[in-house]
């Protein structure tokens, strides 16, 4: 694991005992606690809640493909996802978020040059078929982000509207798209008496142009949400993104996933923590390199809105 990674997850280990500490100390009424813990885990599936919090995510990723030996590749991504829910007079939400990557072990494929995933997506028709797979050091990777505006109705009815995005912020050039992408994003969806469900989905392009992986970029992304609540925080999930890339070659646009969870939502003090597990298989996924199999721990602190009046 590389000195940011350590670091990062030094400051994130203090953060949380900071705010755990904290949270003991604070008045019922500035946080959290007159909500149930069955509505803060159906809250965090929401896209539009207006909870804030910070998740945790440890990935774990098998891969497979027809460039030998894809099957042999793993990796692994620690992905810390801060969310900020601004509550407005209307009594819809304006909603913060943004997730940074740290790639702990990240194979690439080298041929004439260094091939990463969304590379080998792209040049799949052109590239070399006589390079190797090798591990990479870890990284800081692209910081994802996204600002939208909604809420939900009398009637359940989820809707949500913004902008997504990526910074070009990864602190490895060769592992890294190197390009500023934005786009629009929606989200529509239902709360029940027993859970949530809907989509969210958002389509990004290449707003920098160009890059020095010489390539072009136009994603779109649909996002699953479906949770069912058992009682006691504890839920059953479904939260899978399925992924098309535009400019890959045929055969390697696709990305799709079936996915299933289970999260229970505790209190340490005052301060709610939700836990989840989630294992995902994709049944379509790139011919040449692509994941199969995606397992990931989530250990995500909800923490006082501090724009709640």
């Known amino acids: ?4 990674s350590i670091t990062l997850t030094v400051i994130c280990t203090f953060a ?7 949270a003991d100390e604070v008045a019922p009424e500035a946080g959290q606690a007159d909500i149930s813990l069955d509505q803060i885990g159906e809250d965090m599936i929401n896209p539009v809640s207006g909870l804030s919090y910070i998740g945790n995510d440890y990935e774990y990723r098998t891969n497979q493909g027809a460039l030998p030996p894809a099957g042999e590749q793993n990796s692994a991504t620690y992905l810390f996802r801060p969310t900020a829910g601004i509550p407005l007079n209307n009594g819809k939400n304006i909603v913060l978020r943004a997730a940074l990557p740290v790639r702990l072990k990240q194979p690439k494929y080298l041929a004439d040059r260094e091939y990463y995933d969304f590379l080998i997506r792209q040049k799949a028709d052109t590239m070399p078929t006589d390079g190797e797979f090798e591990t990479g050091h870890s990284f800081q ?4 982000y996204d600002i939208a505006y909604g809420g939900v109705n ?3 009815w989820i809707s949500m509207y913004g902008i997504a995005g990526v910074l070009a912020t990864s602190k490895d050039s060769s592992a890294a798209r190197n390009q500023y992408l934005l786009g629009p994003e929606v989200a529509l969806g239902k709360v029940t008496d027993w859970g949530v469900i809907g989509a969210w989905a958002n389509h990004m392009i290449d707003i920098s142009g160009g890059s020095s992986a010489n390539i072009d970029s136009q994603l779109t992304s649909v996002n699953i949400f479906f949770a069912y ?4 925080g504890w839920q059953v999930f479904s939260n ?3 992924t098309y890339d535009w400019e890959a070659a045929t055969g390697n646009k696709l990305l799709l996933p079936i996915a299933a969870g289970v999260s229970k939502t505790t209190r340490i003090g005052r301060l709610p923590l939700n836990l989840a597990l989630d294992i995902q298989n994709y049944i379509v996924s790139p011919d040449a390199y692509g994941p199969e199999w995606l397992l ?3 250990v995500t602190p909800v923490f006082p809105n501090l724009f709640r009046k």
């Open 154 to 156: 009398e009637k359940g």
């Open 229 to 232: 609540g058992l009682g006691d």
């Open 1 to 4: 694991m590389g000195r940011f």
């Open 16 to 22: 949380f005992t900071g705010f755990t500490a904290l």
């Open 296 to 298: 990931t721990f989530s």
């Open 141 to 144: 990777g692209d910081i994802v």
């Open 240 to 242: 899978p993104t399925i």
